[in-house]
């Protein structure tokens, strides 16, 4: 703080005392000239400095979640962005959105102007709760639905059972839709029409099996295509697993062919691909 000494007559520095509000004024009489001599503090203004505040500094979340931080700063006219660290563990963003993405570690950066907060995030996986049965479709349901169209118990055309894909798909259409169709009426032209379904083919079983877990995680019965030893091209219905759903012993399945619910298929696969075909209601 500088400090200016300023000699003025009486009159004129009472007037500057009084006056003086931005800084500090002192005074004392000079005998010898009749004037009084004062002391000014000048205030230098302080530099203006931008501050910014993140709303959140530690964030621990799973997989498939999102948080919202909020930037705010002391002055208008700033522009916050927002950056990762790790764009596969945790995106961000324009608004500040953090979308998590795979376990890990990341941090969340908002600059403005030069100015930085840090927000460290903590990203665990999804936790599974795995139950006996992972969805709610049950062995007395399916068997009403089979009860109510029917099982497939001799070959339809000469001597190979291709109406299996029919008679499955009416199962899973049912538990979907909850409209029941006979059989004959997805089969058209050689071939079933999949009416209502998607059919998906997949180049390993491991493909296989995640796309019927996603279907039954959502409570959806699916048809998949497997082999019995009997036929290189059979279909069921997958209504159910157990476990993490991840060898195809884990899979509920109604077989239309055999006529009866079988939980632990020991089915193998059949040699023209990976077979799946989902209801889309």
Request: hydrophobic share 35%.
């Amino acid at each position: 703080m500088k400090k200016k000494k300023t000699i003025l007559s009486a009159v004129a520095a009472l007037a500057v005392i009084s006056a003086s509000c931005a800084g500090a004024a002192a005074a004392s009489f000079e005998p010898t000239t009749g004037f009084l001599s004062v002391s000014l503090d000048e205030v230098v203004p302080k530099p203006f400095s931008l501050e910014i505040s993140l709303d959140k500094q530690n964030v621990v979340s799973k997989v498939g979640k999102k948080v919202k931080l909020n930037c705010e700063t002391n002055a208008e006219g700033y522009d916050v962005t927002y950056s990762t660290t790790n764009k596969k563990v945790a995106t961000v963003s324009k608004s500040g959105v953090v979308n998590f993405k795979k376990s890990g570690k990341a941090k969340i950066i908002a600059s403005c102007n030069g100015v930085e907060k840090v927000c460290k995030v903590t990203v665990k996986p999804k936790t599974h709760v795995f139950k006996e049965e992972r969805n709610t479709i049950k062995d007395s349901t399916m068997s009403n639905i089979a009860s109510k169209i029917g099982r497939q118990t001799d070959y339809a055309y000469a001597s190979s059972s291709i109406m299996c894909s029919a008679y499955s798909y009416a199962y899973a259409y049912y538990q979907v839709t909850g409209q029941l169709r006979t059989p004959g009426s997805f089969w058209y032209g050689g071939g079933c029409t999949w009416a209502g379904g998607t059919y998906s083919r997949y180049g390993s079983r491991e493909a296989m099996l995640s796309a019927i877990k996603a279907s039954l995680d959502k409570n959806k019965a699916c048809v998949g295509l497997l082999s019995t030893g009997r036929s290189s091209t059979h279909y069921v219905t997958f209504y159910g697993y157990t476990g993490n759903g991840d060898t195809l012993s884990d899979f509920k399945i109604l077989d239309p062919w055999y006529g009866n619910l079988t939980t632990g298929a020991g089915y193998g696969y059949s040699y023209t691909g990976y077979h799946v075909v989902t209801v889309n209601a």
